[in-house]
């Protein structure tokens, strides 16, 4: 079974960093991909970023290029997401999810996504 487990979120002042953890088990083949979505109140769920475990790849959405990086330790299978420079508008509730696929072209869409953790809030104070 695979599960996907958050942690590191919390309250930080604009300007502040969080490190987000994203510890995946479960994975029956190496070359799964890790997307990093977002969802605010009343908004829909945004991909943020995603990375390619096989091959590499990485994708940062245009509002958190230059802000965020992704990164992997595949020898403990976790995937963190560094915030830095953190804006009120990264508030929402950050999720990883576990697929096949990860596009430096693209963003990560949540129907190529198929195991999700349960989440960890952001919250970003001005």
């Known amino acids: 079974e695979v599960k996907l487990v958050e942690s590191g979120g919390g309250l930080v002042q604009a300007g502040g960093s969080l490190r987000l953890s994203c510890a995946a088990s479960?994975?029956?083949?190496?070359?799964?991909?890790i997307g990093w979505f977002r969802q605010a109140p009343g908004k829909e769920r945004e991909g943020v970023s995603c990375t390619s475990r096989g091959d590499g790849t990485t994708y940062y959405a245009h509002s958190v290029k230059g802000r965020f990086t992704i990164s992997s330790d595949n020898a403990e299978s976790t995937v963190y997401l560094q915030m830095n420079n953190l804006k009120p508008d990264d508030t929402a509730v950050y999720s990883c999810a576990g697929g096949l696929v990860c596009s430096a072209y693209g963003p990560p869409v949540t129907y190529e996504y198929d195991y999700w953790g349960q989440g960890t809030q952001v919250t970003v104070s001005s």
């Open positions: 479960g994975f029956t083949y190496d070359d799964y991909a």
